[in-house]
């Protein structure tokens, strides 16, 4: 596919767009610490509130001392699950459908250590906020729990809650229904064809338990809101205006969502704050952030709430294991896939785009393989809360990975030829036709990694280290869910993009605005961008949309503009304005246009001029063409579906892959990543420096849960042992290896002249994993920290 619906879509060449971007037009406003986030807002008469928190994984607060937390001076309010403020406050969920139906805000039980429950205080300081919360004396019925998932499958495990997961439903392939809810357990069956006639076309067959386990994504910057009611005079209504800060960003529906809650139209909230802080694509509101309001209209002054980093070690994905088995012939081709999985459903609100969802967007269905089962047992637990719309995908995809290089040491093959055979074409996995994107990610990747394959442990390192390496490939989807609001402004010969925000981290405004600079031939630095909450436009959206599909909307939007330019500069040299006197003297008399005689559609613009196209020669600046005019543009819509989205890995467009060398200590078990390479195939390159960072971002990411990352929980009670930066070990900058990288311009997306994107498609679980086996022999379930690499050498 390509950008053949948008305007200018098959543009040959670029100036601005594709380019080095530094720095973002927010980046010295939080290099410098002078960005405020929701906790830095102070306002006068502010008060503070904090939730009582569960200190056992599952339990009911029976009781509590409400007289005795009042008593405390500088305590100026206390709430109970029993008020009927809270009854009566249902939440709506986190924006995008994710979250509980609506209902009582909070109950008098708890899913999880540290989850809210029962009570909130609001005192004059953190400090007499948590001295009430002491007074309160809660008193509790601890119940059993779950937080070792294969336990919690067994028949004769306790049940911890109704399970509420959807069971019986139809699944996610064969049309079959799945089977219903039992004991803690859903389950969601997807097969394709006959399994047992694939396993008996094998030549060899392989079975293997892959371990995906949980880990934290920490934001940089607490969740905090702050909210209060004013009373505002350009709106005749009983209601009063909310203004909250703690920004949220508008793919959750941003502070229309919280507004929304208390029954305002979007005019009525205020948000000044464009600073989130960065996300991994987590959509969920904390309660800390809907909250607040409620608080303000009790109280009549500033709430202020906050969450603590101790109290953030939510999950980016929560824990699967599967035992798979592999069918394939003695050339490598695979001919069946069975996979039983279990997966955690954490605690609600559960999101099945985690769990269930991986079997209609995962690996497997981007192969030839004509026999796949499914099953899979998600299994609710008190483990831990996943804030960032179950995406487990793509992280899923190493199961297939790790089968690629379990066939790749059996056959003794390079695990790239294994993954090409297995890869299917363009269009379905009977299409027997290379996909050209991944055929050129390869070829550059073997290139930039001096690619030599070599068997298990059959490389020594000068320093005696055994040396491996690994291989994966993914797709690079565009989600194709977003639409977007786009409005320009043409005025005192400046062009200005208004977006509402916030920052997360994400720099799409920046793609936005080069789009417009490079449709209307202007330097990047000379579209100006206006952050305001009442604007329409907000470049966020799901996976790669918020800079791809937002840019498309832009780039039409700044050809509708660019039209009404070409108009203006027209009608001001077929009537130019009269000319004006200064001081003594008659007026000078102005030359007459080059642009005098002309259509518009004679006209084109490049290098900040509007110039005759048969003629460049004839050119005029801009702001001199268009004199006085003040122009607007807007469009609405999105490109059209990106193939990912129509067919989930049954299509193939847009590709990369990638490739990381490890070096391993077999007398200390110490494991050193020594580079990761990366070549990515995003379609077209909106803003280089943000392709480039995630890539960074995500190679981090993908270190730090092979190598160092775990939750480790008390059996016996449930309760977390390692939350705190101690304890919970994350990778550092000096632990990074270097990061090379290539990027290809296939054009074969359809969003912003082709581009479809990256998304989060290199996160990966298992990348180091495979090089760690390739060279010692042994697999190891991440992380593969020193004590498991010397007791799978029989060391330790």
């Not at 796949?372 to 995908?393: A, D, F, P």
């Amino acid at each position: 596919m390509a950008d053949l619906a948008g305007a200018n879509g098959q543009r040959p060449e670029f100036k601005v767009v594709g380019k080095p971007n530094l720095p973002g037009k927010l980046s010295p406003s939080i290099a410098t610490g002078m960005a405020k986030f929701g906790a830095d807002y102070v306002f006068p008469g502010m008060l503070h509130a904090k939730f009582l928190r569960s200190p056992h994984a599952n339990a009911a607060v029976k009781s509590v001392n409400v007289a005795a937390a009042k008593k405390i001076p500088g305590v100026v309010d206390v709430l109970t699950w029993e008020d009927e403020d809270l009854k009566n406050f249902g939440r709506r969920g986190g924006g995008m459908g994710f979250g509980p139906p609506p209902g009582p805000y909070i109950g008098n039980s708890a899913n999880m250590e540290d989850e809210e429950v029962g009570v909130i205080v609001v005192a004059e300081t953190e400090e007499l906020c948590d001295e009430a919360l002491i007074a309160l004396n809660p008193q509790w019925e601890v119940r059993p729990h779950i937080v070792d998932i294969l336990e919690g499958r067994k028949p004769d495990a306790p049940l911890i809650r109704p399970n509420t997961g959807g069971g019986g439903g139809f699944s996610m392939g064969g049309g079959e229904k799945n089977p219903p809810p039992k004991g803690n357990v859903t389950f969601s069956v997807a097969n394709r064809g006959d399994i047992e006639a694939g396993f008996k076309e094998a030549d060899q067959i392989i079975e293997y338990d892959f371990n995906m386990p949980a880990f934290c994504g920490h934001m940089p910057n607490p969740p905090a809101s702050v909210a209060y009611w004013y009373d505002d005079p350009r709106y005749d209504s009983e209601k009063q205006s909310l203004r909250i800060e703690g920004a949220v960003w508008s793919a959750s529906q941003g502070k229309d969502a919280v507004g929304g809650m208390y029954g305002l139209p979007p005019e009525k909230i205020m948000q000044e704050g464009l600073f989130q802080g960065g996300k991994y694509c987590d959509w969920g509101f904390r309660k800390t952030q809907e909250i607040t309001p409620l608080l303000a209209k009790r109280v009549g002054r500033p709430v202020r709430m906050m969450v603590k980093r101790s109290e953030m070690y939510d999950f980016n994905m929560n824990q699967r294991f599967c035992h798979l088995k592999v069918g394939f012939k003695n050339n490598g081709l695979i001919t069946a896939i069975d996979d039983f999985s279990v997966a955690d459903a954490g605690v609600p609100p559960i999101s099945t785009l985690g769990t269930s969802g991986d079997q209609g967007y995962g690996p497997y269905f981007t192969t030839r393989c004509l026999n796949i089962k499914q099953v899979m047992e998600v299994v609710n637990s008190n483990r831990g809360k996943m804030y960032t719309s179950g995406q487990h995908c793509p992280f899923n995809w190493d199961s297939l990975t790790m089968a690629i290089h379990l066939i790749s040491e059996k056959l003794g093959k390079d695990p790239i030829d294994i993954a090409t055979l297995n890869l299917h074409g363009p269009t379905d996995y009977t299409d027997p036709n290379p996909v050209p994107s991944y055929e050129a990610c390869v070829e550059a990747g073997r290139k930039m990694m001096k690619w030599n394959w070599h068997p298990t442990g059959a490389k020594k390192l000068p320093d005696g280290r055994l040396h491996g390496a690994g291989f994966r490939y993914q797709m690079c989807p565009r989600h194709s869910f977003s639409s977007y609001n786009s409005k320009l402004e043409l005025k005192n010969g400046k062009v200005r993009m208004g977006t509402q925000g916030c920052c997360t981290g994400i720099f799409a405004v920046e793609g936005n605005a080069m789009v417009v600079a490079e449709e209307l031939g202007l330097r990047y630095e000379d579209v100006f961008i206006d952050f305001d909450y009442k604007e329409p436009f907000a470049p966020v959206g799901g996976g790669s949309d918020g800079t791809t599909a937002s840019a498309w909307v832009t780039k039409e939007c700044a050809n509708i503009l660019k039209k009404r330019i070409l108009e203006a500069a027209i009608e001001n040299a077929e009537n130019p304005p009269a000319p004006m006197g200064f001081g003594f003297g008659a007026p000078q008399k102005q030359a007459p246009s080059p642009l005098k005689g002309y259509k518009p559609e004679d006209l084109d613009m490049k290098d900040g001029n509007v110039y005759v196209k048969s003629d460049p020669s004839k050119a005029v600046p801009l702001a001199r063409a268009v004199g006085q005019a003040h122009l607007f543009a807007t469009y609405s819509g999105r490109p059209p579906t990106a193939l990912w989205a129509t067919g989930m890995g049954r299509y193939l467009d847009t590709m990369n892959i990638a490739m990381c060398e490890v070096a391993v200590d077999t007398e200390t078990g110490e494991v050193e990543i020594l580079r990761f390479g990366v070549v990515a195939d995003p379609g077209k390159v909106i803003r280089l420096t943000s392709l480039e960072s995630q890539i960074d971002q995500v190679m981090d990411f993908s270190a730090g849960c092979q190598l160092y990352e775990d939750f480790y929980f008390d059996q016996k009670t449930g309760v977390k042992l390692n939350s705190n930066m101690f304890e919970y070990k994350k990778i550092g900058m000096l632990d990074m290896p270097p990061v090379e990288s290539k990027f290809l311009e296939t054009r074969a997306g359809n969003a912003a002249y082709g581009s479809n994107g990256i998304s989060h498609s290199l996160a990966n679980t298992h990348l180091v994993i495979c090089a760690i086996q390739n060279a010692i022999g042994k697999w190891i379930d991440p992380p593969a920290t020193p004590d498991k690499v010397l007791k799978a050498l029989g060391k330790a």
